[in-house]
T-cell receptor, first 113, second 112 residues
Framework: SQTIHQWPATLVQPVGSPLSLECTVE??????LYWYRQAAGRGLQLLFYSVGIGQISSEVPQNLSASRPQDRQFILSSKKLLLSDSGFYLC????????????FGQGTRLTVV | QKEVEQNSGPLSVPEGAIASLNCTYS??????FFWYRQYSGKSPELIMF????GDKEDGRFTAQLNKASQYVSLLIRDSQPSDSATYLC????????????FGSGTRLQVQP
């Protein structure tokens, strides 16, 4: 069966520090991968998506970036965090087939102080 | 106009009652429709997925889709206090990025 792992679960970082969040998917090949952010009391905002290794599309201009170095690995990064980067970061995957479900990882709660 | 609209609630129902959650969407090209349950501080958990008009039932949950009206709903029968959570509606096209667009969620409270 397919599983998705996301780490760390929580993170407290000072303003201006770098960020690296990692997501890996098991049990499937060539998935679509997504990074979402959820601000407190808000809906989920799509940040990045990837349809293959090295293929990244950004949905929202910001100081974050994403990379997909391997088929089932998706990384969210920042060189210098801002206070506004605080939030709940969620990785999701979906198969390439049409009309299929989408599943989320456990999420990373990021607090920038 | 938001792409996916949900009443924020809270929707309060007594234990054992039917909870009815509604969602409308603006993109007529949407092809897949999702309901997620999210407990406070946790990630969304998929509870229903539907892509054909009509009803889909899974245990106590029934999703209803009407593409002509751009409307999707979730019924929860025999509501339990453990159903108290925020329910997120999401839609997607099945071409291109196939990313999900979410509503802001409806908070459901089931009173014991």
């Amino acid at each position: 069966s397919q599983t998705i792992h996301q780490w760390p679960a929580t993170l407290v970082q000072p303003v201006g520090s770098p960020l690296s969040l990692e997501c890996t998917v098991e049990g499937t090949s060539n998935p679509n991968l997504y990074w979402y952010r959820q601000a407190a009391g808000r809906g989920l905002q799509l940040l990045f998506y990837s349809v293959g290794i090295g293929q990244i599309s950004s949905e929202v201009p910001q100081n974050l970036s994403a990379s997909r170095p391997q088929d089932r690995q998706f990384i969210l990064s920042s060189k210098k965090l801002l206070l506004s980067d605080s939030g709940f970061y969620l990785c999701a995957w979906r198969t390439r087939q049409t009309s299929t479900e989408a599943f989320f990882g456990q999420g990373t709660r990021l607090t920038v102080v | 106009q938001k792409e996916v609209e949900q009443n924020s609630g809270p929707l309060s129902v007594p234990e054992g009652a039917i909870a009815s959650l509604n969602c409308t969407y603006s993109d007529r090209g949407s092809q897949s429709f999702f309901w997620y349950r999210q407990y406070s501080g946790k990630s969304p958990e998929l509870i229903m997925f539907i892509y054909s008009n009509g009803d889909k039932e899974d245990g106590r949950f029934t999703a209803q889709l009407n593409k002509a009206s751009q409307y999707v709903s979730l019924l929860i029968r025999d509501s339990q206090p453990s159903d108290s959570a925020t329910y997120l509606c999401a839609v997607s096209r099945d071409t291109g990025r196939r990313a999900l667009t979410f509503g802001s969620g409806t908070r459901l409270q089931v009173q014991p």
